[in-house]
């Protein structure tokens, strides 16, 4: 049991170096050698737990959702509609450091996925899960049924879309506005 542990453990400390070297050199730093400096095991560890490269790159991506997961499942359910559906949507944007280096992991292995066919269920669950909790967000706001699968597209476009310029703001400059922006797109849907 321990060693399962163990083994749980150091794949949880390759995969966030893996996100690190990501996020800082781009999918082509993304070595066991620089994985294994980033971490601090030998490169021997690192191939212990990932075999493959493909194997990195499909827990990196995995992990960062699983992260966002975690927070978004940590979010009171018992807090007002309105309020639960704000908390969930900014747990959506890169709105601090660990969260601009969870969407620099999803865009480079995003787009590596285009073409690694390893790699492609792994994205294609990530766009699934993010879809249902766009769906699942615009039904606690009262969107018709018929209208939600739309509806999350849409969501769904506009949250990319504010993520990837508020992963770029300047030091100290505020993503606020990107909030301000969620708030009028959910008052222009909301039926409650």
């Given at each position: 049991m321990s060693r399962s542990i163990d083994l749980e453990e150091r794949r949880r400390t390759v995969s966030a170096a893996a996100c690190?070297?990501?996020?800082?050199?781009?999918?082509?730093?993304?070595?066991?050698?620089?994985?294994?400096?980033?971490?601090?095991?030998?490169?021997?560890?690192?191939?212990?737990?990932?075999?493959?490269?493909?194997?990195?790159r499909e827990h990196a991506i995995a992990s960062v959702f699983d992260r966002t997961r975690e927070r978004i499942e940590a979010?009171?359910?018992?807090?007002?509609?309105?309020?639960?559906?704000?908390?969930?949507?900014?747990?959506?944007?890169?709105?601090?450091?660990?969260?601009?280096?969870?969407?620099?992991?999803?865009?480079?292995?995003?787009?590596?996925?285009?073409?690694?066919?390893?790699?492609?269920?792994?994205?294609?669950?990530?766009?699934?899960?993010?879809?249902?909790?766009?769906?699942?967000?615009?039904?606690?706001?009262?969107?018709?049924?018929a209208d939600r699968e739309y509806e999350a597209c849409r969501l769904h476009a506009l949250l990319d879309g504010l993520a990837m310029h508020v992963a770029r703001l300047a030091p100290g400059e505020s993503g606020d506005w990107a909030i301000d922006v969620l708030d009028r797109h959910v008052d222009g849907v909301a039926r409650i």
């Open positions: 690190r070297v990501l996020a800082r050199d781009g999918l082509g730093g993304l070595s066991v050698r620089n994985v294994a400096a980033e971490a601090g095991l030998p490169p021997s560890t690192v191939r212990y737990a990932f075999p493959t490269q493909a194997s990195v979010i009171p359910a018992d807090l007002p509609p309105r309020e639960w559906v704000r908390a969930v949507l900014v747990e959506l944007l890169p709105l601090d450091d660990e969260r601009v280096i969870e969407l620099d992991v999803y865009l480079a292995l995003g787009n590596a996925a285009l073409t690694d066919v390893e790699l492609r269920p792994t994205l294609d669950r990530v766009v699934v899960e993010m879809r249902e909790w766009c769906e699942r967000v615009l039904g606690v706001i009262g969107v018709p049924e």
